[in-house]
């Protein structure tokens, strides 16, 4: 199995936008969309999925449920490499106005314990503040690279 990589970072901080620029089919690199799901996939089926042949070697990692847990779960399993893509919580807050209220406050409410939740288990940071989502595609491809 090759080294596979994992972006994570908060809704709307841009996951899917750089899957799409790198040229990753969301269908297949979003962990939602390729597992079919909206709740917290076994750690069994992270495995599977990443040892899957058709599985790209970047990938977009959704939370579900409790989020320390989970990535302790997949630091331990060894299965990907985490990539955090950090953008200030004040950007988070203009992507995600236009969702509902719920929706608004558990983003925003989530932001603070879920960046240091990322840091303490990202082997990436990528700082996304002033960056458009080709820059940080291009990071991306050299963290994937010089980690081959």
Same mark, same amino acid.
């Not at 597992?35 to 917290?40: A, E, N, V, Y």
């Not at 089926?45 to 070697?57: G, K, N, Q």
């Not at 940071?125 to 002033?130: G, P, S």
């Given at each position: 199995?090759?080294?596979?990589?994992?972006?994570?970072?908060?809704?709307?901080?841009?996951?899917?936008?750089?899957?799409?620029?790198?040229?990753?089919?969301?269908?297949?690199?979003?962990?939602?969309?390729?597992?079919?799901?909206?709740?917290?996939?076994?750690?069994?089926?992270?495995?599977?999925?990443?040892?899957?042949?058709?599985?790209?070697?970047?990938?977009?990692?959704? =939370?579900?449920?409790?989020?320390?847990?989970?990535?302790?779960?997949?630091?331990?399993?060894?299965?990907?490499?985490?990539?955090?893509?950090?953008?200030?919580?004040?950007? =988070?807050?203009?992507?995600?106005?236009?969702?509902?209220?719920?929706?608004?406050?558990?983003?925003?409410?989530?932001?603070?314990?879920?960046?240091?939740?990322?840091?303490?288990?990202?082997?990436?940071?990528?700082?996304?503040?002033?960056?458009?989502?080709?820059?940080?595609?291009?990071?991306?491809?050299? =963290?994937?690279?010089?980690?081959?």
């Amino acid at each position: 199995m090759s080294t596979q990589f994992a972006l994570i970072g908060h809704s709307g901080a841009g996951k899917t936008s750089c899957l799409k620029q790198l040229g990753f089919s969301p269908n297949k690199a979003d962990m939602d969309n390729a597992l079919g799901t909206k709740q917290r996939p076994s750690l069994s089926r992270l495995r599977e999925w990443f040892s899957d042949p058709d599985t790209p070697v970047l990938v977009a990692a959704s =939370i579900h449920g409790p989020f320390q847990d989970w990535f302790e779960d997949i630091k331990l399993a060894g299965v990907a490499k985490l990539i955090y893509l950090c953008k200030p919580k004040e950007q =988070i807050a203009e992507h995600v106005r236009d969702r509902c209220i719920q929706d608004q406050e558990t983003t925003l409410n989530t932001y603070d314990a879920l960046d240091v939740i990322f840091r303490v288990f990202a082997k990436y940071v990528i700082y996304c503040a002033t960056k458009d989502v080709a820059t940080v595609g291009s990071e991306v491809s050299r =963290i994937i690279y010089n980690a081959k």
